[in-house]
Every structure is written in C-alpha cells, then in structure tokens.
C-alpha cells in the first residue's frame, strides 16, 4: 500500500497535475433586498452586505440624516457607468439595473434550479451614432476586503465579534488566492452582438479587465475564460521561499462588468441579466501547524487588518455621503 502511494505521487509529479481550488466570487441570487432602510415601504438593502459610513460623515447631520447613511449590495443598488463620449443625461438615465425573477419551470442550470430565483438584470442604452462605447456595471461601492460580519439589530449595523474580515467573502471577495486558472460567468443571452467582460483588482491593487465573450446567443450559458499564462507543469514553474509571518493573506475582489459596444453594432438598449461568476485558482498559502503562534506575540496582522478596514471604510463613506446629502436634496412627490 505504501509503495502504491509512493507511485501515484511520482506520477503527479510527473504529468504536472495541480489541484486548484473553486470559489463562488459572487452569487447575484443571493443579493435581493431583504430589509428596509430609511422612510422605503419596500425593502431596499440586502442585510448581510450592509454598511454604516456615517461614522465618517462628521457631526453636523441630524439623527435621521445619519440613519439613512447606509448602503449595501442589493442589486438595485448597482450602477451602469456609461463611457464618457456616451455618457448623455438620456443615456445614463436609460442604463441601471434591476431585480429580475427567473420564471417558475426554468430549466437547471448547471445542476441547480433557478426557477423563481433572483438574478440581476441590467439595461444599458447605448449612443445610436456609431462608434465605439462600453458601459460598466459598478457595485455602490468598492467591495472591502477586510470587513467583518455584521448584523442588523434595531436599525443599527453591529460587528459580529470574532470574525476575521471574512463578510465579503463569496460576496465579491475570495481569499487565498495565487494564480488565477480560470473564471466562470453565468449570463442569460438575448442574441446580442456585444461583448462582456469581468473586471478584478487584487491585493496589490492591480485591475485586470478580463474578456470573456460575446452575447449573441439566445438563453443562459456559462462563459468560461482560461488563464493563458497558467502553468500546469509544476517543474516549469518558478519556484520560490516566502517568510511566514507576518504575510499578508492575497485576495481577489469584483470591481464590476463591462460590456462593449463596438462602432458597427447598432446602438441603443441592451438586456442582460447574470446569475453568478466563479473562479477557479491556486492557493497563495497552506495551512501549516506551527509550534508558536506568531500573532499572539506580536499582533502585526491584526495591526495591518485593522489599518486596512478603516481606510476601506473611509474610501467607500466619502463618496456614499455625498449621495446621501444629495438624495435628500430631491423633489419629493407629495404623497397622493
């Protein structure tokens, strides 16, 4: 039994198997709005994903001001960004997204049923004249990387204690990840001639745009892109040593889709809608067991994380301000 252990991994070895992981970067089903924020009389955030920037507003609002500084990502809360040669008051104003039921009797989609499901829906109205265009489907704010798990008790957002930033995970963020082999879009097609793209950022910052296919074709299908650059034989890649601590954990967030409209294509409205993206990928790291805990010690990670989740929170609270103030500055329709 031994010797046959032996052999089979000599033979991994051998023929460059690698064994990557399979994560569900974000699910779109699983972001209805459940909750009601604010003077709504429909629900319009998504609880779990739910995030309080009042703490960098300031102190000049008033309580109700502050209560409504709150945003999730409910998928209505999901903006289309135009081009900035597009980007008419007209055009903007035809582009958003919106919830979307899949209709009961549906056929499986990849061995789940996604009949009465919710998926994100998305219109885009592109400029007739022709030439080239894109549209970005943008979250509300830049998914954070760090944040904990929250609750929504009484109105108010609370940290759930012990948790380890992990509230985004699988809701626009996978930690652990080292080389990207492959990812996977589920998108609903309406025989458009458009092409869509996923767009990534990982933990040094870096964007990729990623492109993925194009829409002409009638139904859901999965749209599967495979890293060029992947090595499966493990003898030709570059091996090297990494200190163990303190080392910071590599992730991949979502910082939106893009869809293309080229010169010659016609011009005005587009549907979609998209269900889910996944991807598959190396781990960055293993789990090792070690004699001493290094972070009871010396407490570098838990210093860098919590650095890390207050300027996420400042970044994503200036511009969620802004709209708040804004929104509260609308004409109200007097109630009929």
């Given at each position: 039994?031994?010797?046959?252990?032996?052999?089979?991994?000599?033979?991994?070895?051998?023929?460059?198997?690698?064994?990557?992981?399979?994560?569900?970067?974000?699910?779109?089903?699983?972001?209805?709005?459940?909750?009601?924020?604010?003077?709504?009389?429909?629900?319009?955030?998504?609880?779990?994903?739910?995030?309080?920037?009042?703490?960098?507003?300031?102190?000049?609002?008033?309580?109700?001001?502050?209560?409504?500084?709150?945003?999730?990502?409910?998928?209505?809360?999901?903006?289309?960004?135009?081009?900035?040669?597009?980007?008419?008051?007209?055009?903007?104003?035809?582009?958003?997204?919106?919830?979307?039921?899949?209709?009961?009797?549906?056929?499986?989609?990849?061995?789940?049923?996604?009949?009465?499901?919710?998926?994100?829906?998305?219109?885009?109205?592109?400029?007739?004249?022709?030439?080239?265009?894109?549209?970005?489907?943008?979250?509300?704010?830049?998914?954070?990387?760090?944040?904990?798990?929250?609750?929504?008790?009484?109105?108010?957002?609370?940290?759930?204690?012990?948790?380890?930033?992990?509230?985004?995970?699988?809701?626009?963020?996978?930690?652990?990840?080292?080389?990207?082999?492959?990812?996977?879009?589920?998108?609903?097609?309406?025989?458009?001639?458009?092409?869509?793209?996923?767009?990534?950022?990982?933990?040094n910052g870096i964007e990729q745009t990623i492109f993925m296919d194009y829409l002409e074709f009638d139904?859901?299908?999965?749209?599967?892109?495979?890293?060029?650059?992947?090595?499966?034989?493990?003898r030709n890649r570059e091996v090297r040593k990494y200190p163990l601590y303190p080392r910071s954990e590599?992730?991949?967030?979502?910082?939106?889709?893009?869809?293309?409209?080229?010169?010659?294509?016609?011009?005005?409205?587009?549907?979609?809608?998209?269900?889910?993206?996944?991807?598959?990928?190396?781990?960055?790291?293993?789990?090792?067991?070690?004699?001493?805990?290094?972070?009871?010690?010396?407490?570098?990670?838990?210093?860098?994380?919590?650095?890390?989740?207050?300027?996420?929170?400042?970044?994503?609270?200036?511009?969620?301000?802004?709209?708040?103030?804004?929104?509260?500055?609308?004409?109200?329709?007097?109630?009929?």
């Open positions: 039994m031994k010797k046959l252990c032996i052999l089979l991994v000599i033979a991994l070895l051998a023929t460059g198997a690698v064994f990557a992981d399979k994560a569900v970067l974000i699910d779109f089903s699983k972001l209805a709005a459940d909750t009601k924020i604010g003077d709504s009389e429909v629900n319009n955030e998504h609880a779990a994903t739910l995030v309080d920037y009042s703490d960098v507003a300031g102190t000049s609002y008033d309580e109700q001001i502050r209560n409504a500084m709150k945003s999730s990502l409910a998928i209505e809360n999901w903006y289309v960004q135009l081009s900035s040669s597009s980007r008419t008051v007209r055009n903007q104003a035809m582009s958003y997204t919106k919830e979307a039921k899949v209709r009961a009797g549906a056929k499986a989609f990849d061995g789940e049923e996604l009949a009465n499901k919710t998926v994100m829906g998305v219109r885009i109205h592109f400029p007739l004249p022709t030439y080239n265009a894109y549209a970005m489907v943008l979250p509300p704010f830049e998914i954070p990387a760090y944040s904990n798990k929250t609750e929504l008790r009484q109105g108010k957002v609370v940290e759930v204690e012990g948790d380890t930033g992990s509230k985004f995970e699988g809701v626009g963020v996978v930690k652990n990840v080292g080389v990207l082999k492959s990812l996977e879009l589920s998108v609903y097609g309406s025989n458009f001639p458009n092409g869509i793209g996923v767009i990534v950022k990982d933990q139904g859901w299908r999965k749209l599967v892109w495979n890293n060029p650059n992947y090595i499966t034989e493990v590599p992730f991949l967030k979502l910082m939106g889709l893009v869809i293309y409209r080229d010169s010659m294509q016609e011009g005005g409205d587009l549907v979609t809608y998209v269900k889910d993206i996944k991807i598959t990928y190396d781990r960055a790291l293993l789990d090792t067991q070690r004699d001493i805990n290094d972070e009871a010690i010396w407490g570098i990670m838990a210093a860098r994380y919590e650095a890390r989740k207050t300027a996420e929170l400042k970044r994503l609270g200036d511009l969620q301000v802004l709209r708040t103030i804004e929104k509260q500055k609308m004409h109200k329709e007097e109630a009929k």
